[in-house]
Structure formats: structure tokens, C-alpha cells
């Protein structure tokens, strides 16, 4: 008997990824003039920057580059996460990190769903930034409407839950049954004009929190924004009005102008009115209107160590204590010139994870047997490139909530980075995906370990 033949997770995940992105331009119309720009930043940076462009190549990174997205959707109760996270693991996307978004005012706590290894990410580095609605941070009085609409709804369909069970028990899928499950998969993540609220209940959830409106007035996990990876975000920033782009004010994360990128810095258009049609009396809808999609673009840079990530988180807080943020750009980058910005800096004092490797060019000669990573790098032998951030940024994910949905309940506190720290809720959150969330030091480390493994291993005495 053939063994039947089951589609690499990988690619189900970038044709999924792709297939999404495809509906995502049809639905949002300016979303494609966002893809418009990124393409023609990036292509006139790759044509000025030879050297970045042979680097990209060289590193496996190149290909991945026009297919490098997030995106974003809210889920309602801990079943449609736990299916989520049943439909994600088929395409080899795992929960990674928590963000509690409560800090910022936010009746939601997420977690970021990913592939953990470098060559599924080299393959296609899509993620996805699932928030879970927490009932006891909205209002007692809105719990049986909010209770009763999310029960009546099933956000996955029959034959996307028959393929998920096929898929665990066969342990993948094939051509045929992977078509099926993008087609089906795909519903769920659709836009969908009819509420599933009257236009009283809708306002009751929205003067709540928009954010909760647009949770549970609606019958599918809607993808609320994808996000292309650009190589020069300020130029996307700059680009954006001639491309007829609403964009926000300035740009999130770590200040430009620097030598070695770190983290995420994102920027997004803001979210554009969408005609709804809320339930009305005698079956036909109530017109009306909902805020909440939008598109948004990053620029990916080196993953930080707990040492890198706390000097980050320091001074981000000492900016913040000074009023000053992102939007100020010089007095920002000043604050930020404490942190170091050469490769060699960052490695010696093991602030950001790398990647090790052996040239293809290599030097004339060999080490000495045995030699230590440092003697294999001085040689030429090794070399080293940052470990891109895979993940996200509680503050800049904070911004993004709220200037895309217009102004959430005032009064209450505002983000403070290192905030994530802080334990409650994950457990609740571990509970409602079954699964345990990982760390991501623990991801960037393995594969820094891995790397700096195989790179030894080769020089072996
Ligand atoms: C998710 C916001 C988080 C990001 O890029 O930080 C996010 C949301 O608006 O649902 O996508
Ligand atoms: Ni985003």
C-alpha cells in the first residue's frame, strides 16, 4: 500500500496566508494601495542596496520577504479559542507569548500563534495575534446579552471541524483535503455585514468598549488587519499620502535612524467606516456603521535577549516618565542612544539573540581543533546575524488597538512596558487555548543554541 502523501504544514500555512491576503484586498480596497507602496519601497531599496539584497539571499531570507505578514483577529469565548488554536497547529502555528491587555484599558488578553523554527519561518513567517474577550473585565450588566449572542454563534463550520479531526488523526492532510480546509478554513476570517445585534444592543456594547462591539456584533473572528514587512518603514510613512493612505501619526517601537534594527516598529492606516446591517423587527436589517478594519505595515529587526529586552523596556519607561514617545522623534532617539547600536556591541554584551554560521566563502587556513566561537569568528570561520523578531510588542499593540478603534473608555491607566511580567490572566488564557503558551526567550534561545551547536560541531577536533 502508498503511504499517503500529507502536505507540509508549511506550506498549507503560506498558502493559507496568501489565500487570506487575496480576500483581504477585495474586501479592504486600500489595503492593496498599502501592498502597492511596500512593494515599490522595498524594490527601490533592494536595487540601491546590492549588498542587503545579496545578504537577504544568502541568509534564506530573501523569498520570504514579499510573503512576510501578520495578521489580527478577536475571539469571543475560551471554545473558539481552543478551536482556533485546533485549526492553527494543522498549519504548525503555535501560541507564543502572552499580552495582557487589560493594562491598557482592554477587556482582551492575546497570544501570538507562530511557527518556532527557522526553516518553517524561511518558508513563510505568517503569524497571527489572537485576543481572547475576558467577561469579568466588562460590565456585570452586559454579561447575558454578551453571553447570549457569543452562544448562538459558531464561527467555524461543520467541514472545518471534520478536517481539523481528520488532521489530527491522520496525522495531515492531503492536496485535495487542504483545498477543502482553506476554502472552508477561510469563512471564518471573513468580513460579514450582518450583525448579529440590534442597533440598540450594538451601541449598548460599543459605549462599553468598541472594542466589544466589534467582538460580538459580528458572526465571524473577521481578520481586523494584515500586515506586509517593509525594509524601510519610514519611507512607507512617507509614501503613504501619495498612495492615498490615512495613515496614523507616527510610527510605533524603537526610534528610526538607527545602525542595527531591533525589535518591530509599526505604523498602520486607520480604520475606515464599513455599512452594516444590524437586526431590525421585521427581518430586514437596519442600516448603519462599524469601525474597526484597517492595514498596517512593520519593519522587523533583531530579536533581544531578557538583558536586551529589560534595557529596552527601561528606557522606553524613562521616556515615557518624560513624556516624551515615538511621535518625538529626536528627543526619543536620544533617550535611545544609550542603547547600544553596532552588531559587534550587541553580541559582546548579549543584548540581541543571533544567528550563527559558516560562510560559504571561507577563509584560507583552519582554526586550531577545539577553537571557542570567539577564535571561529575572529578567523572568519563564523559568522553572525541577528535572530529577526518573530513576536510582538504589548505598548505598540496597545497603540494600534486604540487608534484604530477611536477612543476607549478614559480613566484608566495606560500601558507601562514591562507590565507583561505581571502572571494573572495567563493561566486563563492557557486554559482556554489547552495548551501551554511558549516563552519566547525560550524559542530565540534554542535557536541561537542550535546554531552556535551546528557551527562547532563542524570544527570539531
Ligand atoms: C491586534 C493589535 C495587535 C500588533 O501589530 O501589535 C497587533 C488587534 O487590533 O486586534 O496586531
Ligand atoms: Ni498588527
Not at 545579496?54 to 483577529?73: K, N, V
Amino acid at each position: 500500500t502508498n503511504k499517503p502523501q500529507y502536505v507540509a504544514p508549511s506550506m498549507i500555512r503560506h498558502q493559507f496566508s496568501n489565500a487570506m491576503s487575496c480576500i483581504y484586498k477585495a474586501e479592504v480596497p486600500l489595503y492593496s494601495n498599502l501592498l502597492n507602496l511596500v512593494s515599490d519601497v522595498n524594490n527601490s531599496i533592494l536595487e540601491r542596496d546590492l549588498s542587503l539584497k545579496q545578504h537577504l539571499e544568502e541568509s534564506d531570507q530573501f523569498s520570504r520577504l514579499q510573503y512576510e505578514r501578520h495578521g489580527a483577529i478577536r475571539l469571543g469565548t475560551a471554545s473558539e479559542m481552543a478551536t482556533m488554536a485546533r485549526f492553527l497547529s494543522v498549519m504548525d502555528m503555535h501560541p507564543v507569548g502572552y499580552y495582557d491587555l487589560s493594562l491598557a484599558s482592554l477587556p482582551v488578553h492575546a497570544t501570538c500563534f507562530r511557527t518556532l523554527d527557522l526553516d518553517s519561518l524561511n518558508k513563510n513567517p505568517f503569524r497571527l495575534f489572537v485576543s481572547l474577550l475576558r467577561p469579568s473585565l466588562i460590565p456585570e450588566a452586559l454579561h447575558s446579552l454578551v453571553g447570549g449572542i457569543l452562544s448562538k454563534r459558531a464561527i467555524f463550520s461543520r467541514r472545518t471541524l471534520e478536517l481539523i479531526q481528520i488532521a489530527e488523526d491522520q496525522g495531515g492532510l492531503t492536496p485535495d483535503q487542504v483545498s477543502e480546509y482553506i476554502s472552508n478554513g477561510l469563512e471564518t476570517f471573513k468580513w460579514t455585514r450582518t450583525s448579529t445585534a440590534t442597533t440598540i444592543e450594538y451601541q449598548m456594547l460599543k459605549s462599553s468598549s468598541p472594542l466589544l462591539a466589534d467582538i460580538v456584533a459580528f458572526p465571524t473572528a473577521h481578520i481586523n488587519h494584515l500586515t506586509p514587512r517593509t525594509l524601510d518603514i519610514e519611507a512607507v510613512q512617507a509614501g503613504m499620502k501619495s498612495y492615498g493612505l490615512p495613515m496614523k501619526e507616527s510610527i510605533e517601537g524603537p526610534p528610526g535612524g538607527r545602525n542595527c534594527l531591533i525589535l518591530l516598529r509599526q505604523t498602520s492606516f486607520k480604520a475606515l467606516e464599513d455599512e452594516v446591517l444590524f437586526l431590525g423587527d421585521g427581518g430586514d436589517g437596519v442600516q448603519g456603521r462599524h469601525c474597526a478594519r484597517f492595514g498596517e505595515v512593520e519593519q522587523r529587526g533583531a530579536a533581544l535577549t531578557p538583558k536586551g529586552r529589560k534595557l529596552y523596556d527601561d528606557l522606553v519607561g524613562e521616556a515615557r516618565a518624560k513624556g516624551i514617545g515615538p511621535e518625538v522623534t529626536e528627543a526619543y532617539a536620544k533617550i535611545f542612544a544609550r542603547f547600544p547600536d553596532s552588531w559587534d556591541a550587541l553580541r559582546k554584551e548579549n543584548l540581541a539573540w543571533l544567528r550563527y554560521y559558516i560562510p560559504e566563502s571561507r577563509p584560507h587556513g583552519t582554526p586550531e581543533p577545539g577553537a571557542d566561537l570567539d577564535t571561529l569568528i575572529a578567523g572568519g570561520w563564523v559568522r553572525y546575524e541577528p535572530i529577526t523578531y518573530e513576536d510582538f510588542l504589548p505598548l505598540s499593540a496597545a497603540g494600534i488597538f486604540q487608534s484604530n478603534l477611536g477612543r476607549e473608555k478614559e480613566g484608566l491607566r495606560s500601558y507601562e512596558p514591562g507590565d507583561e511580567s505581571g502572571d494573572h490572566g495567563r493561566g486563563e488564557l492557557v486554559n482556554a487555548i489547552g495548551l501551554d503558551i511558549n516563552d519566547e526567550m525560550v524559542v530565540y534561545r534554542d535557536l541561537q543554541e542550535k546554531s552556535i551547536k551546528e557551527c562547532l560541531y563542524n570544527f570539531r577536533p
